[in-house]
């Protein structure tokens, strides 16, 4: 029966406590297990619920006499437990797969390699702009299951990344939203594109015709799966170099979002977010808006008022007539590419951190026309140093985030940008990217 069903949640971070209150909702048997400390937060919300738990090791012999595991995104796939757990036919699956069990809420997904969260926001603000009773969930905002456990919401916008759609299996989006492909977490896909790939497209997985997938057809891996996949679903392209039929374009200084023979035009110097890579934020956003009928007027409204999130392209100081700029959710090499396309002036860019696999060259004929010198922020800059030394006279290394803008300021001029754009993970220096942009910010208001 499923109230005896015996669950453990593996991780005890926003997903799984959010999981193990929803389980144990559903009167199941819950127990919880992290293998490092739990945060205060999670310590207290697990202590009110009543809800089993460890932290600082995996007890396997218990976990192993579960019925089913939900699992931490941040735990690879290879690790042994879960190998160990699947060997023996436990069915290991995400806080998203079993949350998506309890609602009937419609389902607004969206992945890519770059651009999820400002895109998932935009789409949050659009719909609650709207006055659609929607909640915001996945890597943003709160867990899904605990507000499926604690709300009743008629629509969730779910940012999805490629961590949580490998433990997804049938959970299905109704409006499937895919930004772009570009290589990212190559380590835990065996350094294997095809493998990343594949599990970004799980988005679509079990869509019919009577849903929607929208997707950049400006992206070439995009695009070429596309070409190759028997996709279900309605599709609705996104392009600022072709005109499409049905989807959302770009037309000189303006974006046409043509959705039911019904086109919805706007300007570009309207939309609140500067940058190509936000115009195909803002079209990926405004599709999945129409398709679920909201308004036109609303939508226009919403992309010309919203608030770029933390982090992202934020602007943070202007100091004797230098832009500071923290970009520090730019964790890959396109995130980045993007940043310095957006900026138009002279910039010393702040580089460094965690490399994921990274490939630079695909940077370097934005690094030649756009920056005059790089600050390395890193515990080994030798990859940052090699590949761009060519290119950028002035390479220089700093330990903190504090040293790095002080050295940066020394090195910039009145209209110059200091751009903070890692391209890498920051644990070598930072808890994660939250902390290094705020050590960065503190820094620059310090100067």
Known sequence: ??????????????????????????????????????????????????????????????????DEVIKSPGIPENAPLIVKLKEKGIPVISEIEFAGRYTNAKMVCITGS???????????????????NVGLAGNVGKSFAYQVATENFDYYVIELSSFQLDDMYKFKADVAVMLNITPDHMDRYDHEMENYTNSKFRIIQNQTEVDSFIYCLDDEVTKTE??????????????????????????????????????????????????????????????????????????????????????????????????FINDSK??????TWYALESVNTPIVWIVGGIDKGNDYTTLNEMVKQKVKA???????????????????????????ASEAVR?????????????????????????????????????????
């Open 1 to 66: 029966m499923e109230s005896r069903r015996k669950i453990a949640v593996l991780g005890a971070g926003e997903s799984g406590v959010g999981a193990a209150i929803l389980a144990q909702k559903k009167g199941m048997d819950v127990w919880v297990s992290d293998k490092g400390k739990i945060k205060e937060k999670y310590l207290t919300m697990l202590k009110d619920g009543n809800i089993p738990f460890e932290q600082q090791q995996h007890s396997e012999d218990k976990i192993m006499q579960v």
């Open 114 to 132: 770059n651009g999820k969260t400002t895109t998932t926001m935009l789409t949050y603000h659009i719909f609650k702009k709207a006055g659609l």
């Open 330 to 335: 730019a964790t890959n090499i396109n995130s």
């Open 226 to 323: 596309v070409s190759k996949r028997n996709i279900a679903a309605k599709k609705y392209p996104f392009s600022v170099k072709e005109q499409v039929a049905e989807g959302a374009y770009k037309a000189g200084d303006e974006i046409i979002i043509n959705i039911k023979q019904n086109p919805l035009s706007m300007a570009v110097q309207r939309l609140s977010l500067f940058g190509t890579h936000n115009v195909y934020n803002s079209m990926a956003a405004a599709i999945a808006a129409r398709v679920v009928d909201i308004k036109k007027e609303t939508i226009r409204e919403s992309l010309a008022d919203f608030q770029n999130i933390e982090h992202r392209l934020e602007h943070v100081a202007t100091i004797h007539g230098v832009e």
């Open 407 to 447: 050295k940066a300021a020394k090195l910039s001029q009145t209209g110059d940008t200091v751009l903070l754009s890692p391209a890498c993970a920051s644990f070598d220096l930072f808890q994660n990217y939250e902390d290094r942009g705020n050590q960065f910010k503190d820094a620059v208001r310090a100067l």
């Open 374 to 400: 790089i600050v390395c922020m890193g515990k080994d800059n030798r990859k940052i140093i090699s590949a761009f030394s060519v290119l950028v006279p002035t390479i220089i290394e700093a330990g903190s």
